[in-house]
């Protein structure tokens, strides 16, 4: 492992982008001196961070694996615990893992004209100590949300319940919840993964949620893939079963946005096949807003809907109206007993790892800023982040705005150029980064992150059909871009 403290490139985060980067970085130039940073002790980010019952990947694997390393796993549904291990895997494979340095947590990037590079604080998580590296470009692949903590609401008389609270987020691995009563507080993809498995040991598991969310199923194994990858060279097979399931996972999207109605129908009987004859869905499973306004939750093998039918799993429509000592009180006068409540309540959201951003000693409102082709930020010299879709996988974005990445500093290394700009021409109206999803995680963090643009290059199409055109094709000189 280098120590050196000057880098060509400084990538932030070592998670499932971090690792797309270096890949990318490191097979394109493999004279570039680079880094990672990682705040925690191993790689991997969310599939290292999370231990709650059950974790897995809330959408396919097919296009959450990495496009230059095909996921080969027998599962479309992907358990977190494999997932690690893939991108565990990858980075050795590629060498990525001898080039993380752990327990790095970065606080402050200066960028400085004058010296046409970045200076960058650096907080070792182990010691509290600090050091400074510098670097010619930065590639923050730190995701958006807070890995300290979770969000949790501030109930009335949460400190009088006597039994356990867990936040999925800081799951302890010692809990025994055999034969107990448990409650987990939310409706979002971490409850509905949770639920089922925990319901296996569970005496009886609640799901107490305030509003529905749109559920759908999906085979956990697809046996077209399966086939596919049976009668097709590996390399044929998953560039064939990556293209089914992009354009199943967009085109769907498409479909609930242009038809929410017929949409709101299809999730409907979809769910009632695996559902109980007497549950009642409209008051538990239909959301008061249209598919796709906010994320839908996928459930591999119906599972969700199986553990209701099985009556291990029960799920309360309600507000609360406070804790008990022995439970929730709810505002239409129920009350639900509990041993273990987990708050499945979702994301605390940040901006590039919390990082405070200054550019010659003026520090960036980053709620402020406009993003250049969702990748790089105005004003912000030699600077690109990663943020993967909201309505597809992930990795889709990532393996983009990576290969535009390389394409960017290929231009700059035959130009001889320094320094690259993203500058606005005229005004620009602001509109949502993730394209008008009406998540609590997102409302929470309105002016924290950066916004997009109503015109091109700052406005988001949120459609990989159309980013794969406009970012492996467009000219990278596009005269928004500023080099010298």
């Known amino acids: 492992m280098t120590d050196a403290t000057h880098l060509d490139v400084l990538i932030v985060g070592a998670g499932l982008s971090g690792i797309d980067a270096a890949v990318h970085i490191s097979q394109a130039f493999p004279s570039k001196n680079y880094a990672l940073l990682?705040?925690?002790?191993?790689?991997?980010?969310?599939?290292?961070?999370?231990?709650?019952?059950?974790?897995?990947?809330?959408?396919?694997?097919?296009?959450?694996?990495?496009?230059f390393r095909p996921w080969t796993g027998k599962d479309a549904i992907g358990d977190g615990?494999?997932?690690?291990?893939?991108?565990?895997?990858?980075?050795?494979?590629?060498?990525?893992?001898?080039?993380?340095?752990?327990?790095?947590?970065?606080?402050?990037?200066?960028?400085s004209t004058e010296d046409k590079r970045w200076t960058v604080t650096v907080?070792?998580?182990?010691?509290?100590?600090?050091?400074?590296?510098t670097a010619s470009f930065l590639f923050s692949t730190s995701g958006?949300?807070?890995?300290?903590?979770?969000?949790?609401?501030?109930?009335?008389?949460?400190?009088?319940?006597?039994g356990q609270v867990i936040h999925p987020q800081a799951w302890p691995e010692d809990l025994d919840y055999t034969g107990k009563r448990v409650v987990v507080i939310g409706s979002g993809a971490t409850a509905v993964t949770l639920i089922p498995s925990m319901a296996r040991e569970a005496g009886h598991v609640t799901m107490l949620q305030r509003t529905p969310t749109w559920i759908v199923s999906q085979p956990k194994i697809d046996p077209v893939a399966q086939t596919l990858k049976k009668t097709l060279p590996a390399a044929v097979a998953a560039k064939a079963i990556h293209a089914r399931y992009a354009a199943i996972t967009i085109g769907f999207y498409e479909f609930c946005i242009r038809n929410p109605r017929a949409a709101r129908?299809?999730?409907?009987?979809?769910?009632?096949?695996?559902?109980?004859?007497?549950?009642?869905?409209?008051?538990?499973?239909?959301?008061?807003?249209?598919?796709?306004?906010?994320?839908?939750?996928?459930?591999?093998?119906?599972?969700?809907?199986?553990?209701?039918?099985?009556?291990?799993?029960?799920?309360?429509?309600?507000?609360?109206?406070?804790?008990?000592?022995?439970?929730?009180?709810?505002?239409?006068?129920?009350?639900?007993?509990?041993d273990i409540v987990v708050t499945a309540t979702g994301l605390d959201v940040v901006a590039m790892g919390k990082a405070e951003i200054e550019v010659d000693g003026e520090k960036v409102d980053l709620g402020k800023s406009f993003t250049y082709k969702a990748l790089m930020l105005s004003d912000i010299p030699n600077f690109a982040f990663v943020i993967g879709y909201s309505n597809a996988s992930w990795t889709l974005k990532a393996d983009l705005v990576c290969q535009y990445v390389v394409r960017l500093l290929e231009h700059m290394d035959e130009t001889n150029t320094a320094v690259v700009t993203p500058r606005i021409n005229g005004e620009l109206e602001p509109q949502q980064l993730f394209g008008g999803l009406q998540s609590g995680y997102l409302a929470r963090a309105e002016g924290k992150l950066p916004v997009a643009g109503d015109r091109d290059p700052w406005r988001l199409k949120h459609n990989w059909y159309f980013d794969k055109k406009f970012l492996r094709k467009s000219k990278v000189d596009d005269g928004v871009l500023e080099f010298h």
Not at 53 to 65: E, H, K
Not at 82 to 103: H, M, P
Not at 150 to 157: A, E, F, L, S
Request: proline fraction near 4%; charge should be negative.
């Open 38 to 67: 990682e705040q925690r002790s191993e790689l991997g980010g969310t599939w290292s961070l999370f231990k709650y019952p059950g974790i897995r990947s809330d959408s396919d694997m097919y296009t959450l694996g990495f496009g």
């Open 81 to 111: 615990a494999d997932i690690l291990q893939y991108l565990k895997e990858t980075a050795t494979e590629y060498g990525v893992d001898q080039k993380i340095r752990y327990n790095r947590k970065a606080t402050k990037y200066s960028w």
């Open 123 to 133: 907080e070792n998580t182990e010691t509290g100590a600090t050091e400074t590296l």
């Open 144 to 162: 958006y949300y807070n890995y300290d903590a979770g969000y949790t609401p501030d109930w009335p008389g949460f400190q009088d319940f006597k």
């Open 265 to 338: 129908a299809i999730l409907k009987r979809w769910a009632k096949i695996h559902l109980p004859k007497d549950f009642d869905y409209d008051t538990h499973l239909t959301a008061p807003y249209d598919p796709w306004q906010q994320r839908l939750c996928v459930v591999p093998g119906a599972d969700l809907f199986k553990a209701i039918h099985s009556h291990k799993v029960d799920i309360v429509t309600d507000h609360i109206e406070q804790f008990t000592e022995t439970g929730i009180l709810l505002k239409s006068g129920k009350v639900l007993e509990a």
